[in-house]
Structure formats: C-alpha cells, structure tokens
C-alpha cells in the first residue's frame, strides 16, 4: 500500500477539543490537511481551531459541536460530512469518555453511555463514511482504542469492553478495506498525559470516600506526552501501520498477555500498585 499523503487532503478527527485529539489537530494542519473537527466540547473546540488559524492560516478548518452518544447526533455529524466532503482522506475516531467502578458498581445506562461514544460512535460513523473514503484513493481510517483494550484490569469494565470491541472491529476492517486500498490503524496508546484521569466519569455505586484516591492512582499512571503520543499516530498512517502500540505502558502489558493469557493480571496489578507507591514516595526515599 502507497503511503499516505495529508498535504490537501480532508481529515475528520472526533475528540478533537483535548488530549491526544487536540495535539493530532496541530499535527494534520502541519501536514498540510484540511481539517473537520468534533467534540462535545464547543469552547475546547474553538480554542484548537483558533490556534490552527494563526499557525497555518492555509489550513480550512470546520467545528462540528456534537456529543457523540446520542445516535442521531452521530448521524447528523455523518450527513455533514458527506455533503461537504464527497472525498476524504483520513477519519480518526479518537473521541472516548472513561468510567471507573467494579461492574456491580455501575448501571447499564453508564456502561451503555460509554459503549456508545466508544464503539457505537466510530463504527456509525465509519459505515457512514465508507462512500468518500473509498472515493478518494489511498485513504485511511484510525481507531483510538487503548491499553485497555489489549488488558482488561478489574474497575475498567465498561472501557475495556467498549476498547476491545473497537480493536476486534479494527482488526476486521484491516483485511477488508484492504480490498479499496483504504488502510487501517488500530492504535493502543498507554498512559498518556492528559485531563482523562480528572474527567473520567465514576460508577454511580462508587463510594464517594474511594473515588479521589482512585482519581489520584489513575492520573498518576498518566507520563507520556500527548503530543508525542500524535506524532506516532500520523507517522503509523504515513507508513499505513495496522497496528500502533505507545509507550512502554502498553507494550509490556500486551507482551504479558499474550505469554500469559491469566497470570498477567495479578502482574500488571502488582506491578501498577508497586510505580504508584513510587511516584508517591518523597524526593530522596527510595522505594
């Protein structure tokens, strides 16, 4: 497969508004890629594309506010696009809400709510968007999945089964669209610094005295830059990579699983328990 080429063509990014998905903005409009940007996030939205303005007033830049858990918004975001844009380069459905909490912890209602802005959306949105993609030639599709969708640790049900149902999906659509000469990414980033510790939602059965500390274990864990995280992302499509692994906290727990389908997740919870402790030990005391 040819390598893909950003400069004038269209990209449309979902989560655009933070995180790894702002940091991806600034990296399509350096490539030379125009640019449709979502997010629930309407403020964050149009923060990232005045900065877009004023570092590459070239680029074509368009703000779609939308929340991606809602189907008809989905929809709507998809109707959009495909009226404005008969061809399109690149989709990166990077959008994702986390939600901690044991699963007798959390309602179906909250588990749904993630599964839908975490699968349901990227795959409306990529049967939606078939038609243009195929009708511009060598494009390319990039599914955000996760470290938790490669592990699966007690807490994270809902996330991990709506970051393994985006991976299986994946890893389908790589074969097939392989037919139209349309690539696919999965990407699995591990804990990269960003504001999803602090904006996770927390299952509504969570005692309120664990929900802090939990707060504080997970944003802890959160060390690889975010701008990092998206050279990696836009270097793996350049070179049409099927399959991205970011930072040593992802592929350490993939290697466990795959050569230890059971024990690795007494491992890998002994092992986050022990960086923690670390990280929260004072300067000068070793651990």
């Known amino acids: ?65 939308a929340d991606l858990a809602e189907r008809a918004v989905v929809d709507d975001v998809a109707d959009r696009v495909r009226t404005s844009h008969p061809t399109l380069g690149l989709l990166i459905n990077n959008a994702g809400i986390a939600l901690g909490g044991r699963f007798d912890q959390i309602t179906v209602d909250e588990f749904e709510t993630v599964m839908n802005v975490n699968f349901r959306a990227p795959m409306l949105l990529t049967h939606a968007l078939l038609p243009v993609l195929k009708a511009g030639p060598g494009s390319h599709l990039v599914n955000v999945s ?58 509504s059965g969570v005692p309120e005295e664990e929900v802090e500390p939990n707060r504080e274990v997970f944003a802890k864990l959160l060390t690889f830059p975010a701008d990092r995280a998206a050279t ?17 906290s992802a592929k350490v727990p993939d290697l466990l699983a795959r050569l230890l389908p059971v024990a690795h997740e007494k491992i890998i919870a002994a092992a986050t328990t022990a960086s923690v402790s670390r990280r929260r030990a004072p300067q000068g005391v070793a651990r």
């Open 232 to 248: 990696q992302i836009l270097d793996a499509v350049a070179k049409r990579r099927a399959r991205l692994l970011i930072s040593t």
């Open 1 to 65: 497969m040819t390598p893909y080429v950003f400069r004038g063509r269209t990209a449309v990014l979902t989560g655009a508004a933070g995180g790894i998905g702002e940091q991806l903005a600034y990296g399509l409009a350096g490539r030379g890629s125009d640019l449709v940007l979502v997010d629930v996030d309407a403020a964050g939205l149009a923060q990232v594309a005045d900065r877009i303005g004023r570092v590459h007033p070239a680029a074509r830049v368009e703000t779609i506010v």
């Open 146 to 203: 996760s470290l938790f969708g490669l592990v699966a640790p007690a807490g994270q049900s809902a996330y991990a089964a709506s970051k393994f149902a985006l991976r299986g999906l994946s890893q389908a659509l790589h074969t097939e669209l392989s037919l139209f000469d349309i690539g696919v990414t999965t990407v699995h980033p591990g804990g990269i610094r960003t504001r999803i510790a602090e904006s996770a939602r927390v299952g």
